[in-house]
Each structure stands twice: as C-alpha cells, then as structure tokens.
C-alpha cells in the first residue's frame, strides 16, 4: 500500500533508472505503465523530479551511485559475518572455509581524520586473511586518480596507506578500503573533513552563494514526513546516545538526576541495559588501554577555565588521542595554552577548557584511536546577579556580611576571598536561602589582615567588592587586643529579601504559563489525532498516452486549496491526497493542454476527500528558463555594534525584485532598516547595529537566493564623558591614596590590564585591582613619589582593544639642590655660588631657595632668608680672609628640602691651583724630549696664567726649571732641549695662576735622551703547546738583535683572526715579557689563525703565523669509556624510572647514538648529551621496555660501543593451586599450576619449602626450578608434612601457594612409663640485688638514669630513697619496676637531686637495700 500524504504545493517523484529515457522527451505510453519501480530497480541509480502546480519543468536531478554489487557465481552465497574490529563489514563467499584458510578482516582500521587544508593526510590499515587479500581504495564521490594519491605497502608491518599529499578541500569525502580474496570480502567505511583556511576558504564560500541553482536549497522544508505515526512513536521511545555516554562515565549518585533529564522511568530496564552497554565498553577498552581509574567529571573552575581528569596506562605508548565536543573533533595543545589543552603528568591526564563561554557547553568525549575512553557534559548555568555584593567596612573584631541575589535557583556559588577559594570553616560562614536565590558569606572576626576584595562567582558571571577594615584608634589601646564584637557590616538587609521574593514569584509564574501551555498543546494534539482519519486509498488505472480532460470541480465559496502533490514511485498504484486552507479566491479550471499533474481537493479538512488521477504525461517535454540569477552574491559583513552596516549582491536583471529574509523570517523596511535597490545591485542597509541583529541573511529573487552572515562585534568601548573624567590628571600628597574607575561595555570575558609607565601592575599589598563586566578599579595605597606617572588601563576581548591613559602627580616635598656647588667668585669683598637645581621637585616648581651662612669658629648659623628661584647666589657681606660654610635648601608649594653644605669658602685670600696630570713622554731623540699634559682639576679659583716645567736626572735629588721663570708655558705641551745624549731623565709640571705657583705633578716615567729605537724582528719556533675546545696555548723564542737594523724586543703582541674574518684582533692590550701565552675564549670546533709580534719603542716588528689554521680542540683521541666499573646488566621494577649514565673521553666532540635492541629508541625515551658524558632516562619504565640498550660513541678517530641489558619485571604472582600424590614409597611429587608471569618472564622460577610436624620449621628443598613439579624425598611416616612454592625472579620471591596437609599413617605401639613419686619443692627465695646501683656523676641539666636488678619470690616491693625520704610518690621521678629491672629517671638535673640515693627491696622473706651517691657538677 502506498502511504498518502496532506503536503502543500511541492511533491517529489522517484524515477528508476528504468524511467530515465523519458527525460529525453519519451511520453508515457501503454507500455510504459505498469509499476513504476520494479525489485529489481530498487537501490539503482535515481532521478529526482519536482513538480510544481501548473507549471511542470525539470528543474533539478540528482544522480546517486549505485550500490557495489559483487558478481555472484553460480553456487556462490554472501554470508555476512561479524569482525572483531568495530565498523568493519565481512561477506563470506562460501558455506564452508576450507581448512588454513580464511576471509580477510582488518586487525587496523583506518581512523577518521580533520586536517587543515595544504597539509599530508593518510589513511592506514592492516589487513589478514588466507591468501593475502588484495587492498583497493575508493572514494564515495569522484575518483581516485594516481596524481593526487599515493598507495604504499609496507612489506615489514604490513600496513597498507592512503596517502594524500597537500589535501585539498575538494578530497574531502567518505572513502572505502576493501580487502578481498577467493573467499570474501572485508570494508571498512572512513570520513576525511578538510579545514580551509584563508583566501580559499572565502572564495569558496562566496562561489557557492552566487551559483546559479536550479531549485531552491530549502525544498525539503515544503515536504511532510511520510513517516506515520507508529514510526514516530516509535522514534520519541528511542534514547539518545548521548544519555547512555554520560551514564557509562557518571558516579552511582548522578543516575537518577541523569534519567530526571532525559525523562527515562523504567530503572529495571536502564540497570540491565547499562550493564550490557559497560562490559561491551570494557572489552573494548581493554584493546587500548591496560588501566583506568579515578575519572574526574568537567567542573568550572573560579579562573574561568573547566578541567576534567583521569588516570590511564596506554597499552601502545604512541596512542593517538582524540577530543570531541558534541560528536565534532576539536583541535588541543599539549604544550601552549590554547583554547583547549592537555597536560599530562605520568598516568594522569587533565583536559582543559580556557575562557570558557556559552558556546562551550555540551558533551565532551575522550577517544584512544577510536575507542570511547571518558565521557562528560559541560553545563554552564543561565544565571546571573539581580544584586551584586557591595563593599562592606568594618571595625577590627566585628563580622562583615556579602551578600548577593541571583536570577535563577543554584546550590552553591564559589565564594573568592583576596584570589584564595573561601570554604565553611572556623574563619568564614556560607549560607544559601532556602530559595537558593540570596547566597551570603560572613567573614568572622575580621582582623586588619583580612582586607581586601572578595568576589561571588556563580557560572560565567561574577561580582567583587572590597573589604575596608578599620583598625582600633585609641591610643590607649595600641598593642593590645580588642574585645570580640557581636555587631555585623554590611549585608542587604529588607531589600535583598524583597528583591529575592520578586524573583521567586516571577520564576513561579513563568513555570505556570509553561506548565499551561503544555497542557494546551497536548489537548490540542488529542483533539487533532481524533479528528484525523486513514486517508481513502485510490488505485490509479492505467491510461493511454493520449491525456484526457476530468470534469472541472465545482466552485467552493471563500476556500483556497493549496495543494501540495508528492507522487511516490512503487510497484502500486499512487495515491495523493491535499489539505485545503479557507481563503476566499476560487480556484480556476484546469486547463487540460498544460494541467500535466494530479490535483486533488477536498472541501474542508474533516469531510470526504476528492481524487483526481493524473492524465498527461509523466514528464515534460521542455525544459524551463532558468530566469533570473545572481551575478554578485552576498558577503559575509561585520559590523560593530552601534554601527551602520551593509549587505549588497548583484542580480542579472534590473527589474526583478528581491525579498529580504532574517534567520528565515521575512523583513521589511523600517526606521532602522532600509531595503534600497539600484539598478541591478540590491542592498540591505541596518542602521545602530545591535547583537540582535547578527545573524544569516538571506536574499531571495525569482527562487534564486543567496546568503551571507551578519556578525555584530562588541569591542571594549568608554563612554566619551568617562574617558574624558578619566584622562584628567590625579593629583595627590605623597602617602595618599589614588584611585582610578573606568566604566565600559563590550562582550565577554574581557582581559583587563593596568600599566604605570609602560609596566604591568600586578596585585600587592599597596595595589588592589577590582575588575567586574562593567567596570575596573585600580587603588594604589601609601602612594610614593616614585609612583608618578602614566597610569593606563587596557581592556581586551575576542572583538578588539581599547585603551584609556591618564597621569598620576604624587606631590611631595624636593630633593636637596644638586652638588658639587661652584664658587664663581671668591674676593675679599663677596663670595658668588652657583648650584643646580633639584633633581625631582616634587611636582612643583621651586619658588624660592632658603640660605643660612656659618662663619667658621662659630656655633651659630646665620639666616640669610629666601633668595628667589634663581640657583645662584652672591654674598657682599664677609670678612677679608676669613671662612664660611653655606647651607641651601629648595621650597616649593609642597615643602622644603634637605639641605646641602658647602666646603668651607675663604674670602679675599689665594687660591693656589692643583697639581697638572702627570706628563707623558711623546717622542724622544738624543738632543729633545717632547712633553704633554692636561690643566689642573682646582684651577684655585682663576684662570689658569702657565705652567712651569722641572727635570731631574736619574740618581739626582736635585729639580731644575727648564723654562725661565718669569716666562711660563702658555701651551700644555713642550720640547725639553737642555738635554744630554744618554742620560735618562723625568720631569714634572706645576700650574700658575694669579695667586701665583701650584702643586706639582707626578713625576713622568724615565726616559733616555737618544734617538728611537728600530723594530724588533720576527719571533721563531713559534708552536702550539695545548689546546682545548675554548684555549690555546702558544709559546716562541725571541727575535735575534742585529745592531741598527733590529733591536731588542721590549713585548709582545698575539693576535688572532677567525677564518671567516678578514681583520685582525689582539688578545692582548699591552705587551706582554713573556714568550708564552694562553689564548681564552675560543668557539669550540672553529678554525682560527694566529700570528705573534714583537714591540719595542721604536714600534712592532714583522708578524710571525703558524704554518697552518687550527681548530679550538683537545688533541684528537679515540673514543673510550672512562668508568672502572659498568653495569652490563640492570633489574628495575616496572613504573620505575631508569638511568643509565657513561662516562668517556673522545677529542674532537663525537656524536653519540643510542639503540634498542639494534633499532632506534622510541620518543618517550630522553638522552642527555654533554663533552664527556650520556646519560639515558626512562621516566617510567613498563616491561616492553625490557631489551639491550647500546650506545655507540664515534668521532673523526674511531668509535667505542658498550651495552647493557636492562629487565623490566614486577614483584611475581603466586602459582597455582598444589597437588600432592605419592608414586613412590617414601616420597611425594608435587605439582602446581604456573605463575601467571611464567610467560612474560623468562627468568621466573620456583623454590619449593617444605615444613614437617616434627620440627615445626620450614625449609628450602628446591630452588631454580624452571618446571612445574618436584618429588620430595625421605617422607617419614606418622608425620604431616606441608609445602610451599614460591615464584622468584630477579625482583626477589611471590607470596606462597600452600600445599594441603600430607600424612603417611604409621601404627603406633603402646608405650607405658611408671613414674616414681616426687617430692615437693619450694621455690621462694628472700630478696637480693643481682645487678647493683653504680656511682653517677651528672653535668647540670642533664638526664640521669639509675638502675639495678632485684630478685626474689614472692615478688619483693620496690622503694626509693632519697635522704631517707621516699621518692616513690613525688612526680619529679619518673620510676620503673620492669621483670625486675627498677630504674629511675631524673630528667633535668639540678644541684637540688645531688645526695644519696637508696633502694630497698623487701617481701615476706627479708628486706635488702642499695645505696648510690648522686655528684651533680656545673
């Protein structure tokens, strides 16, 4: 039976490919009737066919692949059958397998793969089966051609790829890999998705907007369901697989809230299915990984982020790890913290979420190469604050109250106090209302340290506010501590409770209209499926291919059919039903000439339904003008919010109109929106964007449209009135407190940051940073003068930057005026001074500088009083020759300076100028010296007049003056010719000025009155003597004199020149006597030359090279190992970490390689290199890492290998169960089953105790047993006998497997024994001391211990004295009686315990004592 349809305008036709001719224009004749799809037909290639009311046309066709049909040979069959690989397919292609052979399947599927466009993707499998299968790949759309793709096979892992070299976004498909043999087949189904990125992807998307339709995209939103209604009930009694993946991973406690979300009842059901659903989840896990526990749910965390967590041991270390949000892979980072990242530390791995927001809701899922690990949801709550908390002040000792009301009902907030999680304790009390809307925390007992600020986090959303606390201020009172108070600060008091109240009842109500209108939409549901009945079924006849005219329907006063026609192709008649509306235009006749459909109409919806079969042909025999399309499609746009924003496409034709949609729904022009058409461009204008306004626009004309998004931006942004507040400078006293506040709006989370001077401000003791949604707060307490400056605030989210700049003036009072201070003049009349300024002036400028004045031989300052600003001042008021010190202070608005003395000032006398530099020597000859030098420091006040010169012979105490005296050197140089070839000579200068001759200076080096010297000549034998890869050390012989020509070399210079430098450079600055030198800070492994000079006064000589560059290295050696003792062999415990470390000696630096049993180390493995020494790590070793580890150490001179085999076992497990049996008389075989670890562990043997009844103790009868049995020897009848076996290995012995008791029966003959009678004896004994008390001598505040052993029966009583006074009761005493042993404890000696100490033992008996003297010493 066909299943009819009420659908409105569009029906969809199905044709088989049997069909197809008639799109080439074939009517549908008698013999063409019949039905329309045959069996044979279905699951082949199909066309789709649209029909519109009155207007037929084949507007668009879609041609689907066939499905891949295996030719079948006669007596072949297709037997499906179930891979141990999930998703993959196998047919079998006989009843019965011969023997050794079998069907390919996969032991490695491919895994599905999102990559970036312009990167290598692969596909891998691995494949079984006998014979080898034969792999193939396809494609579902396209083809694979050998250019784009490569297929490799590698013959060693057997591992077939795909591979995809610079992947394009058009590879992106369903691929198939099939592997196929005489007995069937395996496929396996895989998903490629390809990211674009850049110019392609924008170009892609506007081609696909302006492409050139042939119906519109959105047809199937026209068509109904033909589903009926058993399958949707059908369907709504399905459960998402979503609920079963947060039930697999969720605790025992979150069922019932789980099963409350998605409306599941029937718990008996859902345990058993669960179960099911979590051991087939455990096998499969089981593939990937060894261990899983501990699995932490995603929680928000108070800095915005969300983690999840667990702890797993991957079977196969290079996993591949997969994340996914709502079954979407998303991309992380192991290292760099990015949106989402991975941190793994050992076993545990911790997921995080940065910046969480709305968008990050959903399911999370853990996938280990495509095996479900972990699933979790992410809920953020809609919640959000009617009232913030607010800043509460409050005296030391009193509690403060924050308290807040949020929108929506939540059981606990995350309470932060100074950045430091709040919980209920002694120190804070939380408390939620019963309504769970007014959360409070009360801060007990605040204290001067519990200032600061305090935020309420609930979601996304959070609030802070400071606490202020005030400390006590009576004087009275500083030092001690104040009474606790009963009083509270802060809290909301009656309008929080009111605004909680309003809330409540508004969410109360809008539960109510909801709850109403449920129940309206189900009656009205109740009420449809009543009305509604089965449609009529009516069989289409078959017709000629002549069409025929039915009788026109009568007219129907104020309906309006819409009718909507699916014809359905099967092997049964069709039959098609419409829905009519009430409207009150009439519809027209069918014309019979172009009515190529079936129409149907019905009077009303609830009465007798009217049928009309279809006359014309199926399909027309034209094909419609594809009209008017878009030339220039739409652009996505974004705009900032507040902003004008504009959408613009371009159509083929000027005169078509367009239709604006929104998110589907139709707009029109208004005050804020404006449709504006020009010529064939058509635009959308939207003025004062708001978000509200984003979203998918869409522009539809003559069916064609095209679409593009609208994204409404909210950067930061300020207020103009605000920020000009803001930029006014702050102004205050140095110790005040500034405060900043900055209001913005913009979409979060916003970054807030704070800068003084370009540096960030981070939260201390002086600084308090406030941020909120809204608004940030930037207090700097105690503020210092240091802390002027620019203060910027910078503000940051996912939609741009702003930042506002302000200045912070801290006023204080100046610095003291700087030093040193210059005495312009100093006369027997006034004395002039001169300073600089301050150096900081506190933020003002100085308004006058304050003097004082001291005559020296004075106690008294005189005031000279304000000056002015000038820094510079004259005093005409002194005495001719006398001293006097001036004190100078800076006043500005905010104060006065420190002062700064002056050096003592003497007026009118002389001021003799200091002593010239030293002279130096510049040329020499036998009948002239030339000197130079530099002016004196202390010019004594006046300019300088000339200098005189003196000399004065080596040996000699006698000066003489070069120059006349009443004609002094105006230069500072000079030419000294009253000199005598050979004699050696120094000199010194002395400076003149008004007040007449100065100090003289340093006398200059000697010097020989003879003519320059000639440079010396070339070194020899020069030679490298060491080397290392930083020094070089170079030693030579001096040159060879020859008299006129070359002499004597008075130093040398090395120099050194890298071989790619051309230039020259010294290693040293001043010549060197020695002829060795040792070259540092070379680059390890450069080459170099090296060159070495002679110099005397007559300049260098010639240079002298090395025949050859060298290179910074040791000598060349060998590789060899430098450890006496290394290990070749090593036990570890597996989850241990491994070193392994060798020490060598090679020259020049060798490259070291390690291998694994010949091959390469896998990654996780770490290996640290330095000159003379590798060391090998493995962080945490598992048993694959058993195996001989190798290192091999080479360089230019040869190479050195060395090995060492490390074992990676565990503590082993227990054998089996004992069975015991006797084969032989007087012995017993023992037998057990194995340890578990026998096949993982060559080394494991066993070690077999035995234990009888006679000597009650165990021994070992059996060890390096490497089998199962031992037959145990000379087994005694009449006695039991036991045995243990012990699995050992190289980590040492397993617990023991006992054997049962075994026992040989023995007959026992009687044995009869008459004692003779005994006499009794007593055992009481009187007291006596069989250890006595010994003489102590004890250092002051020592311990000192007494002792002695007593013995006797009865047991004698014990008692201590002291001076004949008993010490058994005083507390002072710490006294002991232990089997006999009484001893004594004095634990802080003092001279108070010296004296004689005695003990008395006594019973029935006797009485026995023992004395002792205690000597205390200081």
């Not at 007990?444 to 201020?473: H, P, Q, R, T």
Request: proline share 6%; glycine share 6%; aromatic share 8%.
């Amino acid at each position: 039976m066909y299943h009819c349809k009420k659908a409105v305008g569009w029906a969809a036709l199905r044709i088989s490919e049997c069909l197809y001719g008639l799109l080439k224009g074939r009517t549908h004749t008698q013999e063409s009737t019949g039905p329309w799809l045959s069996p044979n037909c279905r699951g082949k290639q199909l066309t789709y066919i649209y029909i519109k009311k009155k207007e037929v046309g084949v507007k668009m066709f879609k041609m689907c692949k066939a499905k891949e049909e295996q030719p079948t040979a006669p007596g072949q069959v297709k037997i499906k059958k179930k891979s141990r690989v999930p998703g993959v397919m196998i047919t079998q292609y006989v009843e019965v397998l011969p023997d050794g052979r079998s069907t390919p399947d996969f032991t490695r599927k491919p895994i599905a793969l999102t990559i970036q466009e312009g990167k290598m993707a692969f596909f891998r499998a691995i494949v079984t089966g006998n014979p080898t299968p034969v792999v193939t790949w396809m494609r579902n759309n396209g083809e694979i051609d050998e250019k784009r793709y490569k297929f490799t096979f590698d013959s060693i892992s057997g591992e077939h790829q795909l591979q995809m070299p610079d992947v394009c976004a058009d590879q992106a498909d369903t691929y198939k890999c099939y592997a196929r043999n005489e007995f069937g087949k395996a496929v396996v189904t895989v998903t490629l998705n390809v990211i674009e990125v850049g110019y392609k992807k924008s170009k892609a998307m506007k081609e696909s907007r302006t492409a050139i339709r042939e119906l519109p995209e959105d047809f199937k939103r026209n068509l109904r369901s033909t589903a009926d209604f058993e399958s949707r009930e059908e369907k709504k009694l399905e459960i998402d697989e979503q609920f079963w993946e947060l039930l697999l991973s969720a605790d025992k406690r979150e069922y019932e809230g789980i099963c409350a979300q998605y409306g599941v009842t029937d718990f008996r059901w859902l345990l058993k299915k669960l179960n099911e659903k979590k051991l087939e989840r455990e096998q499969e896990q089981e593939k990937v990984v060894e261990k899983l526990c501990n699995l932490k749910p995603i929680e928000l965390k108070p800095s915005g982020a969300a983690e999840f967590e667990l702890e797993m041991s991957l079977k196969n270390p290079n996993s591949n790890i997969f994340l996914f949000k709502d079954g979407v892979m998303i991309p992380f980072d192991a290292e760099t913290e990015v949106k989402h990242g991975l941190k793994r530390v050992g076993k545990k791995f911790v997921f995080s979420i940065n910046g969480v927001n709305p968008e990050d809701a959903g399911l999370y899922q853990l996938e280990i190469d495509g095996v479900k690990i972990f699933s979790t949801e992410l809920k953020i709550p809609d919640v959000d604050f009617l009232v913030k908390i607010q800043d509460v002040k409050a005296e030391e000792r009193e509690d403060a109250v924050f308290q807040c009301v949020l929108s929506h009902p939540m059981k606990k907030i995350c309470w932060m106090g100074k950045n430091n999680p709040v919980e209920q304790g002694d120190k804070y009390d939380v408390t939620v209302s019963d309504d769970m809307l007014i959360h409070t925390l009360v801060v007990k007992d605040c204290l001067l340290l519990d200032k600061g600020i305090y935020s309420a986090v609930a979601g996304l959303k959070s609030c802070s506010a400071w606490l202020i606390v005030e400390g006590n201020k009576d004087p009275s009172m500083v030092g001690k501590k104040k009474a606790r108070k009963t009083t509270c600060a802060g809290g909301g008091g009656d309008d929080i409770l009111k605004i909680a109240r309003e809330q409540q009842a508004k969410l109360q109500k809008e539960r109510d209209e909801l709850i109403a209108k449920a129940k309206e939409k189900a009656e009205e549901e109740a009420a449809a499926a009543a009305a509604t009945e089965e449609p009529e079924l009516v069989e289409i006849p078959e017709v000629d291919a002549t069409p025929k005219t039915e009788p026109q329907p009568k007219k129907q006063a104020e309906i309006k059919p819409e009718t909507k026609v699916e014809v359905v192709a099967d092997s049964k008649p069709i039959v098609v039903e419409e829905k009519v509306k009430e409207g009150k235009t009439e519809e027209p006749a069918p014309d019979p000439a172009k009515e190529k459909e079936v129409v149907v109409e019905e009077k009303e919806y609830v009465q007798e339904k009217r049928q009309r079969v279809r006359t014309g042909p199926l399909v027309p025999e034209t094909v419609t003008d594809p009209g008017v399309y878009f030339t220039g499609g739409l652009s996505d746009v974004t705009a900032v919010i507040g902003n004008d924003a504009e959408l613009l496409c371009k159509l083929s034709s000027e005169d078509c109109d367009a239709t604006w949609y929104k998110d589907g729904k139709e707009i029109t022009a208004t005050e804020d929106i404006n449709i504006i058409k020009e010529g064939s461009y058509r635009k959308l204008v939207i003025k004062n964007c708001k978000e509200e306004d984003a979203g998918k626009y869409k522009c539809e004309a003559d069916g064609r449209k095209t679409e593009a998004m609208l994204n409404v931006e909210d950067p930061p942004r300020i207020n103009p009135d605000d920020l000009a507040e803001f930029t006014k400078p702050v102004i205050i006293k140095a110790g005040k407190d500034a405060s900043f506040k900055l209001t913005f709006v913009g979409r979060e989370p916003m970054k807030i940051q704070w800068y003084n001077d370009g540096e960030e401000l981070m939260e201390e003791s002086n600084i308090k940073i406030e941020k909120s949604s809204s608004h940030s707060r930037l207090l700097l307490t105690k503020c210092q003068r240091r802390t002027t400056g620019e203060i910027k605030i910078k503000i940051k989210n996912e939609c741009g930057t702003i930042e506002a700049i302000t200045k912070l003036i801290v006023l204080a009072k100046p610095t003291p005026p700087q030093s040193p201070v210059d005495v312009i003049e100093s006369s027997s009349s006034c004395i002039e001074l001169k300073w600089r300024p301050p150096k900081d002036g506190g933020g003002c400028p100085v308004t006058n500088y304050i003097m004082e004045r001291q005559q020296i031989g004075r106690n008294s300052w005189q005031k000279l009083g304000k000056i002015g600003p000038e820094p510079k001042y004259r005093d005409t008021d002194v005495d001719h020759g006398r001293k006097y010190c001036y004190h100078i202070r800076a006043e500005t608005e905010q104060g006065i300076s420190d002062m700064i003395e002056t050096d003592d000032i003497q007026a009118g006398t002389k001021a003799y100028p200091g002593p010239p530099s030293t002279p130096r020597i510049v040329s020499a000859f036998k009948d002239c010296i030339n000197l130079a030098w530099t002016a004196p420091a202390n010019t004594g006040g006046a300019n300088i007049l000339g200098y005189n010169v003196e000399k004065r012979k080596n040996g000699s105490n006698l000066w003489g003056t070069v120059n006349p005296p009443d004609e002094p050197i105006k230069a500072k140089q000079y030419a000294v010719k009253d000199v005598v070839e050979g004699i050696e000579y120094e000199f010194r200068v002395s400076a003149i000025n008004m007040s007449g001759v100065g100090d003289t200076s340093q006398p200059s080096e000697f010097v020989i009155a003879r003519d320059p010297k000639k440079p010396p000549g070339k070194v020899t034998d020069l030679k490298v003597t060491d080397s290392t890869y930083t020094t070089l050390s170079l030693s030579w012989t001096k040159p060879v004199e020859e008299e006129g020509v070359k002499d004597e070399a008075k130093g040398y210079f090395v120099e050194l020149r890298p071989a790619e430098n051309p230039e020259w450079g010294r290693c040293n600055t001043s010549p060197i006597v020695m002829t060795t030198f040792t070259i540092v800070g070379l680059k390890s492994m450069s080459m170099y030359w090296v060159r070495v000079m002679a110099t005397n006064e007559g300049g260098d000589g010639e240079p002298q090279e090395l025949d050859n560059y060298i290179i910074a290295m040791p000598p060349p050696v060998r590789p060899h190992f430098t450890d006496k003792k290394m290990k070749n062999f090593m036990v570890v415990r597996a989850g241990n970490s491994v070193r392994i470390n060798f020490n060598f000696k090679a020259s020049p630096m060798p490259v070291i390689t390690w291998l694994k049993d010949g091959l390469p180390l896998p990654k996780y493995i770490t290996v640290s290199n330095t000159d003379t020494s590798s060391q090998l790590m493995i962080p945490s070793s598992e048993r694959h890492d058993t195996g001989i580890y190798t290192i091999v150490v080479k360089n230019l001179v040869g190479q050195e290998t060395s090995s060492v085999e490390i074992r990676v076992t565990d503590d082993p497990k227990p054998p089996g169960p004992i069975e015991l049996e006797e084969n032989v008389p007087g012995t017993v075989t023992i037998s057990w089953t194995a340890s578990p670890d026998e096949k993982k562990d060559d080394r494991l043997h066993y070690v077999v105790d035995k234990h009888d009844s006679v000597k009650h103790t165990w021994h070992t009868v059996a060890d390096h047993l490497f089998n199962n049995r031992f037959t145990a020897v000379n087994i005694m009848p009449g006695r039991q006998y036991k045995f243990r076996i012990y699995a050992k290995n190289d980590m040492g012995l397993s617990a023991a497997s006992e054997s049962p008791i075994w026992e040989v029966n023995k007959k026992k003959e009687k044995f009869s024994l008459k004692l003779q009678d005994s006499k009794s004896c007593s055992l009481e004994t009187s007291p006596s001391f069989s250890v006595p008390l010994k003489m102590h001598q004890s250092p002051q505040r020592y311990e000192c211990y007494m002792s002695c052993a007593v013995t006797g029966n009865p047991r004698p009583r014990v008692t201590w004295y002291k001076n004949n006074i008993s010490l058994n009761t005083n507390t002072n005493y710490y006294i002991t009686n232990t089997c006999g042993v009484c001893s004594m404890l004095i634990l802080n000696v003092g001279h108070k315990d010296s004296g004689d100490y005695t003990v008395v033992a006594e019973n029935s008996l006797g009485r026995v004592e023992c004395s002792t003297k205690l000597d205390v010493k200081d």
